[in-house]
């Protein structure tokens, strides 16, 4: 490696962080960290969004000699078509998996495979009723069938509606009718922005944008929703439960397998197997004190949330797992997995298993996951781990200690009963100013950024002004590790905050899941509002992702402000390039959908403008400020 020595101290605030990253420089091993100082300073025409690919008279790229592209496209146009593709990219992420869930929903229905079950029967029966089926007299299997029909139908548009188009508040529906942004199915917004942004299609940057808030909807209000909702009818419903986070839940004598990615669907298979008393018995043949399974990212997110399965690390955290050495075994399923995990893998005895055809790394093994085959192909995948725990040098083996204690499982069904069964202690707490809002803080990491050090502070920041938190994704970990994520951590909230969770016995900070479970957040909004009869974006709420990086990201942040949620980012997606498009995203938006974009990178400047904002709208509600 030619380049530059890092500065460690900066990259994160995390010990095992900076211990790992030690670790990797004497091993050897490139981390992210390292490329992103060889591709630094990026292309300012890529940052800013003006440069398109769009055809072949192209490429294009934008500057004052030469403000249109071959086709005589401008800067608004390029940078809105790029944004479009943008979170249409994270539209299908979420949304495909969704999709994935609803497969094994439809297996399950139909008896093509038993590795699958329905986990909570009631959750079937309620969201069944919700969207319209018959579920009186009728037998569990049949009801799965036909709403596994019906969410099939979010993804076309044979229906040309949503299927929980119902939980949105009538005003906000009424407001997307009139701006034509009520979203037909998932499938069909994605396609319809890939026609778009086909040279000669749709050249007014505003209208663009409005499709692409569209296609975003349609990822938080059904592809996601959708996921959230089939996942906890197949494998449980979360409840409260303990669990622990860092490196330190890495196991010195164990055989350690980390799952990554975001679908339950496999790796909830790879816990089971994991669990089998036979797999253990021959994981201690083989010298081994027994199986350890730790999660990464948002699947490590849904294990946690429904299973307690204990948390090795967020985005940033995923190479640095595998430096510690003693990682047998990463199996993946698909989303925000580096390519370099193969690499860091190979320096180390880590074998790499991929498990979904959508999904395949160049070196790694594939174990192709199928409906009917999910038990049996996790158990070659613990067998696999099993055996190269032999290959593990042990000297090479260095685990950072103590992992931290945090509370987890709460899905929006948990928070009400922690209430009592209602709304009304929220709704009181936030009348009587003692909790003054709620922020949904969502996302990742990015190296551009001293790692967890925006997430961690914003979250602590808003718990001392009384804002209770709502972290999914990647900021679990990051809070979690700050000791945030336990009742004790009511210490360090603001007054009345201390006395509303005191007395619910819940975390300041509440985690509610994975990407796609912030379609539970958006489900509280909408219940919030309908519950004082307003609409989303009169609430005293807000969002943030303070370090994101992903296309997902993007289209999350988007379906937030298009829902009326006035959301934080640490930094702008590439659209600076435009002054139509950078307008409308930080001021023009409000006028259109009641909320915008914010962006600032100081995590203490953010918590004052997201106060400022739960200000104005507490007064506007007539509530105290
Ligand atoms: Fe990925 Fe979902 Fe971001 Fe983490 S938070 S880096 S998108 S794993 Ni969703
Ligand atoms: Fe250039 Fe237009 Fe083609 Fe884009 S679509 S590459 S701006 S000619």
Same mark, same amino acid.
């Given at each position: 490696?030619?380049?530059?020595?890092?500065?460690?101290?900066?990259?994160?605030?995390?010990?095992?962080?900076?211990?790992?990253?030690?670790?990797?420089?004497?091993?050897?091993?490139?981390?992210?960290?390292?490329?992103?100082?060889?591709?630094?300073?990026?292309?300012?025409?890529?940052?800013?969004?003006?440069?398109?690919?769009?055809?072949?008279?192209?490429?294009?790229?934008?500057?004052?000699?030469?403000?249109?592209?071959?086709?005589?496209?401008?800067?608004?146009? +390029?940078?809105?078509?790029?944004?479009?593709?943008?979170?249409?990219?994270?539209?299908?992420?979420?949304?495909?998996?969704?999709?994935?869930?609803?497969?094994?929903?439809?297996?399950?229905?139909?008896?093509?495979?038993?590795?699958?079950?329905?986990?909570?029967?009631?959750?079937?029966?309620?969201?069944?009723?919700?969207?319209? +089926?018959?579920?009186?007299?009728?037998?569990?299997?049949?009801?799965?069938?036909?709403?596994?029909?019906?969410?099939?139908?979010?993804?076309?548009?044979?229906?040309?509606?949503?299927?929980?188009?119902?939980?949105?508040?009538?005003?906000?529906?009424?407001?997307?009718?009139?701006?034509?942004?009520?979203?037909?199915?998932?499938?069909?917004?994605?396609?319809?922005?890939?026609?778009?942004?086909?040279?000669?299609?749709?050249?007014?940057?505003?209208?663009?944008?409005?499709?692409?808030?569209?296609?975003?909807?349609?990822?938080?209000?059904?592809?996601?929703?959708?996921?959230?909702?089939?996942?906890?009818?197949?494998?449980?419903?979360?409840?409260?439960?303990?669990?622990?986070?860092?490196?330190?839940?890495?196991?010195?004598?164990?055989?350690?397998?980390?799952?990554?990615?975001?679908?339950? +669907?496999?790796?909830?298979?790879?816990?089971?197997?994991?669990?089998?008393?036979?797999?253990?018995?021959?994981?201690?043949?083989?010298?081994?004190?027994?199986?350890?399974?730790?999660?990464?990212?948002?699947?490590?997110?849904?294990?946690?949330?429904?299973?307690?399965?204990?948390?090795?690390?967020?985005?940033?955290?995923?190479?640095?797992?595998?430096?510690?050495?003693?990682?047998?075994?990463?199996?993946?399923?698909?989303?925000?997995?580096?390519?370099?995990?193969?690499?860091?893998?190979?320096?180390?005895?880590?074998?790499?298993?991929?498990?979904?055809?959508?999904?395949?790394?160049?070196?790694?093994?594939?174990?192709?996951?199928?409906?009917?085959?999910?038990?049996?192909?996790?158990?070659?995948?613990?067998?696999?781990?099993?055996?190269?725990?032999?290959?593990?040098?042990?000297?090479?083996?260095?685990?950072?200690?103590?992992?931290?204690?945090?509370?987890?499982?709460?899905?929006?069904?948990?928070?009400?009963?922690?209430?009592?069964?209602?709304?009304?202690?929220?709704?009181?707490?936030?009348?009587?100013?003692?909790?003054?809002?709620?922020?949904?803080?969502?996302?990742?990491?990015?190296?551009?950024?001293?790692?967890?050090?925006?997430?961690?502070?914003?979250?602590?920041?808003?718990?001392?002004?009384? +804002?209770?938190?709502?972290?999914?994704?990647?900021?679990?970990?990051?809070?979690?590790?700050?000791?945030?994520?336990?009742?004790?951590?009511?210490?360090?909230?603001?007054?009345?905050?201390?006395?509303?969770?005191?007395?619910?016995?819940?975390?300041?900070?509440?985690?509610?899941?994975?990407?796609?479970?912030?379609?539970?957040?958006?489900?509280?909004?909408?219940?919030?509002?309908?519950?004082?009869?307003?609409?989303?974006?009169?609430?005293?709420?807000?969002?943030?992702?303070?370090?994101?990086?992903?296309?997902?990201?993007?289209?999350?942040?988007?379906?937030?402000?298009?829902?009326?949620?006035?959301?934080?980012?640490?930094?702008?997606?590439?659209?600076?390039?435009?002054?139509?498009?950078?307008?409308?995203?930080?001021?023009?938006?409000?006028?259109?959908?009641?909320?915008?974009?914010?962006?600032?990178?100081?995590?203490?400047?953010?918590?004052?403008?997201?106060?400022?904002?739960?200000?104005?709208?507490?007064?506007?509600?007539?509530?105290?400020?």
């Amino acid at each position: 490696m030619a380049e530059n020595k890092l500065n460690i101290d900066e990259l994160s605030i995390w010990d095992d962080a900076k211990q790992m990253l030690r670790k990797a420089e004497r091993d050897g091993v490139e981390t992210v960290w390292n490329r992103l100082q060889q591709q630094t300073p990026h292309c300012s025409f890529g940052e800013s969004g003006v440069c398109c690919r769009n055809c072949t008279m192209g490429p294009c790229r934008i500057s004052k000699k030469a403000p249109r592209g071959v086709c005589g496209a401008d800067a608004d146009v +390029i940078v809105a078509r790029n944004f479009g593709r943008f979170i249409a990219g994270g539209t299908a992420g979420h949304s495909d998996h969704g999709r994935d869930c609803v497969e094994a929903l439809d297996a399950v229905a139909r008896g093509t495979t038993t590795d699958y079950s329905i986990k909570d029967e009631k959750k079937l029966l309620r969201i069944a009723e919700e969207v319209g +089926i018959r579920t009186e007299g009728r037998e569990l299997l049949a009801v799965a069938k036909d709403l596994a029909a019906e969410f099939f139908e979010n993804f076309g548009s044979v229906k040309g509606a949503l299927s929980f188009i119902g939980r949105v508040p009538a005003k906000r529906q009424k407001l997307w009718a009139d701006l034509g942004i009520t979203p037909r199915g998932v499938d069909r917004e994605i396609a319809e922005m890939m026609h778009r942004t086909h040279m000669g299609c749709d050249n007014d940057a505003a209208n663009t944008m409005l499709h692409a808030a569209r296609t975003c909807l349609a990822d938080g209000w059904a592809g996601s929703m959708i996921a959230t909702e089939v996942s906890d009818i197949l494998f449980g419903t979360p409840s409260p439960r303990k669990a622990k986070v860092n490196l330190g839940v890495l196991k010195e004598d164990q055989v350690n397998i980390l799952v990554h990615g975001h679908n339950p +669907i496999v790796s909830e298979k790879i816990m089971e197997a994991v669990n089998d008393p036979a797999m253990i018995a021959l994981a201690k043949e083989k010298g081994a004190a027994g199986i350890n399974l730790a999660g990464l990212c948002c699947t490590g997110n849904e294990l946690m949330m429904r299973q307690g399965i204990p948390m090795a690390g967020n985005h940033l955290m995923t190479e640095l797992a595998i430096v510690t050495g003693a990682v047998e075994l990463i199996v993946v399923d698909y989303q925000c997995i580096m390519p370099s995990l193969v690499q860091v893998g190979s320096c180390y005895h880590t074998k790499m298993v991929t498990t979904a055809d959508k999904a395949r790394f160049t070196g790694a093994e594939h174990v192709k996951f199928e409906m009917h085959n999910g038990t049996e192909q996790a158990k070659k995948v613990v067998l696999m781990a099993i055996e190269r725990y032999a290959l593990r040098d042990q000297a090479r083996v260095e685990i950072p200690h103590d992992p931290v204690d945090i509370v987890t499982g709460f899905s929006n069904e948990a928070l009400l009963q922690a209430m009592g069964g209602s709304l009304t202690p929220l709704i009181e707490a936030i009348k009587a100013g003692k909790v003054r809002g709620v922020v949904g803080m969502v996302g990742c990491n990015n190296p551009k950024y001293k790692h967890d050090y925006g997430n961690v502070n914003l979250a602590r920041e808003l718990i001392k002004k009384d +804002i209770l938190v709502i972290v999914t994704g990647c900021v679990t970990t990051a809070a979690g590790k700050a000791g945030l994520l336990v009742p004790e951590a009511i210490e360090q909230a603001g007054p009345g905050l201390r006395e509303i969770c005191g007395a619910l016995g819940i975390p300041p900070v509440i985690h509610m899941g994975s990407c796609v479970d912030n379609a539970r957040i958006l489900q509280l909004c909408a219940l919030l509002a309908n519950e004082l009869g307003v609409d989303i974006s009169d609430l005293p709420v807000a969002a943030s992702s303070p370090e994101w990086y992903s296309e997902k990201a993007a289209a999350i942040a988007t379906y937030a402000v298009a829902s009326g949620i006035y959301t934080h980012l640490g930094h702008p997606p590439n659209i600076t390039g435009s002054k139509i498009v950078t307008n409308l995203a930080l001021a023009g938006l409000n006028d259109l959908v009641g909320a915008c974009f914010v962006v600032e990178p100081d995590p203490f400047k953010a918590a004052d403008l997201i106060d400022e904002r739960i200000k104005n709208k507490r007064t506007a509600l007539g509530l105290t400020a």
